[in-house]
Protein backbone atom coordinates (compact mmCIF):
# COMPACT_ATOMS: atom_id res chain seq x y z
CA UNK A 1 0.00 0.00 0.00
CA UNK A 2 2.90 2.39 0.67
CA UNK A 3 4.50 1.77 -2.76
CA UNK A 4 1.38 2.83 -4.39
CA UNK A 5 1.03 5.62 -2.10
CA UNK A 6 4.71 7.28 -2.82
CA UNK A 7 3.89 5.81 -6.99
CA UNK A 8 0.45 8.34 -6.63
CA UNK A 9 2.85 10.92 -4.85
CA UNK A 10 5.22 10.93 -8.07
CA UNK A 11 2.81 10.70 -10.57
CA UNK A 12 1.01 13.86 -9.50
CA UNK A 13 4.44 15.51 -9.16
CA UNK A 14 5.26 14.62 -12.58
CA UNK A 15 1.97 16.16 -13.89
CA UNK A 16 2.45 19.55 -11.96
CA UNK A 17 5.80 19.76 -13.72
CA UNK A 18 4.58 19.03 -17.49
CA UNK A 19 2.32 22.21 -17.16
CA UNK A 20 4.04 24.84 -19.99
CA UNK A 21 6.99 26.64 -18.66
CA UNK A 22 6.40 29.60 -21.10
CA UNK A 23 3.51 31.66 -22.40
CA UNK A 24 3.73 33.17 -25.97
CA UNK A 25 3.03 36.56 -24.32
CA UNK A 26 7.05 35.82 -23.09
CA UNK A 27 8.36 33.92 -26.04
CA UNK A 28 7.32 36.27 -28.74
CA UNK A 29 9.46 39.41 -28.09
CA UNK A 30 12.51 37.11 -27.59
CA UNK A 31 11.62 34.99 -31.45
CA UNK A 32 11.35 38.51 -33.23
CA UNK A 33 15.08 39.43 -32.31
CA UNK A 34 17.30 39.62 -35.21
CA UNK A 35 20.06 37.50 -34.28
CA UNK A 36 22.06 38.51 -37.38
CA UNK A 37 21.84 41.31 -40.08
CA UNK A 38 20.50 39.25 -43.28
CA UNK A 39 22.71 40.64 -45.63
CA UNK A 40 26.01 39.03 -43.62
CA UNK A 41 23.69 35.75 -43.13
CA UNK A 42 23.35 35.64 -47.18
CA UNK A 43 26.99 36.45 -47.87
CA UNK A 44 28.22 33.96 -45.49
CA UNK A 45 25.60 31.42 -46.88
CA UNK A 46 27.40 32.54 -50.47
CA UNK A 47 30.59 32.01 -49.68
CA UNK A 48 29.82 28.53 -47.84
CA UNK A 49 27.79 27.73 -51.12
CA UNK A 50 30.64 28.54 -53.42
CA UNK A 51 33.53 26.31 -51.93
CA UNK A 52 30.75 23.03 -52.39
CA UNK A 53 30.25 24.15 -55.87
CA UNK A 54 33.18 21.90 -58.20
CA UNK A 55 35.39 23.65 -60.51
CA UNK A 56 34.29 23.08 -64.28
CA UNK A 57 37.37 21.06 -66.51
CA UNK A 58 39.26 22.71 -68.74
CA UNK A 59 37.99 22.14 -72.35
CA UNK A 60 41.00 22.42 -75.57
CA UNK A 61 39.11 23.82 -78.07
CA UNK A 62 34.99 24.93 -78.99
CA UNK A 63 33.87 21.87 -80.41
CA UNK A 64 35.28 19.77 -77.66
CA UNK A 65 33.16 22.32 -75.25
CA UNK A 66 30.04 21.53 -77.12
CA UNK A 67 30.20 17.99 -77.18
CA UNK A 68 30.48 17.94 -73.42
CA UNK A 69 27.79 20.41 -72.96
CA UNK A 70 26.09 18.07 -75.07
CA UNK A 71 27.10 15.44 -72.46
CA UNK A 72 25.92 16.84 -69.59
CA UNK A 73 22.60 17.29 -71.02
CA UNK A 74 21.88 14.52 -71.61
CA UNK A 75 22.86 13.15 -68.03
CA UNK A 76 20.66 15.66 -66.35
CA UNK A 77 17.87 15.15 -68.52
CA UNK A 78 17.78 11.19 -68.32
CA UNK A 79 18.59 11.66 -64.62
CA UNK A 80 15.30 14.46 -64.25
CA UNK A 81 13.11 11.99 -66.49
CA UNK A 82 14.46 9.03 -65.32
CA UNK A 83 11.28 6.75 -65.31
CA UNK A 84 8.98 8.51 -67.08
CA UNK A 85 7.12 7.46 -70.06
CA UNK A 86 8.89 8.37 -73.57
CA UNK A 87 6.26 10.47 -75.04
Known amino acids: MKKIGTL ?3 LLACSVSLSAQ ?3 KVLDP ?3 QKLQ ?3 IVADELRHFLL ?7 PVGSETALHQQAETLRKHALTTIYHGWPEE
Open 22 to 24: ATR
Open 30 to 32: LLQ
Open 37 to 39: DPA
Open 8 to 10: GLS
Open 51 to 57: KKVPALP
